[in-house]
């Protein structure tokens, strides 16, 4: 019997299209297929007329499941590993699995395809040589905030993801915490009907973003330029100290205090403005 491999297996992230001819066999071929949503995953596979069993496995049953998981393919069993859309473990669940399948001796092999992330940071016109890649910002907004003053003054490119129903705050943080002349881009819908993507600086994209209601709908990836040529490296490192001051200082003080120890204009930190 040939050895058990553990596919990891790239989905589409709107187009059904882009479901390659390799991952279409290795699912018709495994013994089963671990799903992050088994109803949604269901649809991809019906399009293709792929009748393989699903299995749930999300970041609720992971680390139960993956015990069970590990032991058929110690039996010998092929297995592949999806998510809802996209790369499997790029801010979805399957780390642990594959992690568990490692230690255990399984082969576990990519089958690459398409990535929100990669697909997004193809089309920015931002550099991408080195980026920083961050997920999903925390839903709470003082723990927003915090992590965009820790990212001020970071010169990679960053790339987040967010939803629908928080474009609009995160986009208002990221202007308080970079500054409204960032360069960035908003990608939406990537490969589906209503793809979008938007180029120009924070306040730009934020203000389009406020007057087209079809711009705050559907699925998003932000990307944001690094701190380099086009940003002030001390107005930067002015908001992340900052923003470590506000939490025990009036935003005033904080602001005074920032500047002093940094350089960076006070006022650009007090009103979040360009500091010109």
Known sequence: MPAATLHVVATPIGNLGDLSPRAQQVLREVAAICAEDTRRSAQLLGHFGIGTPLLALHEHNEQQMAERLVARLLAGESLALVSDAGTPLVSDPGYRLVRAARQ?????????????????????????????????????????????????????????????????????????????????????????????????????????????????????????????????????????????????????AAARLAAEITGAPRKALYGGGSGE
């Open 104 to 252: 255990a001796g399984v082969r576990v092999s990519p089958v690459p395809g398409p990535s929100a992330l990669i697909a997004a940071l193809s089309v920015a016109g931002l550099p991408s040589d080195r980026f920083a890649f961050e997920g999903f910002l925390p839903a709470k907004a003082s723990a927003r905030r915090e992590r965009l003053g820790a990212l001020a003054g970071e010169p990679r490119t960053l790339v987040f993801y967010e939803s629908a129903h928080r474009i609009d705050e995160s986009l208002a943080d990221l202007r308080a915490a970079f500054g409204d002349e960032r360069p960035a881009v908003l990608a939406r819908e990537l490969t589906k009907l209503f793809e979008t993507v938007l180029d120009g600086d924070l306040a730009s994209l934020h203000e389009r973003v406020l007057a087209d209601e079809n711009q705050r709908k559907g699925e998003f990836v932000l990307v944001v330029q690094g701190v380099g040529e086009d940003t002030d490296a001390k107005l930067a490192e002015g908001r992340r100290v900052h923003a470590i001051l506000a939490k025990q200082l009036p935003p005033s």
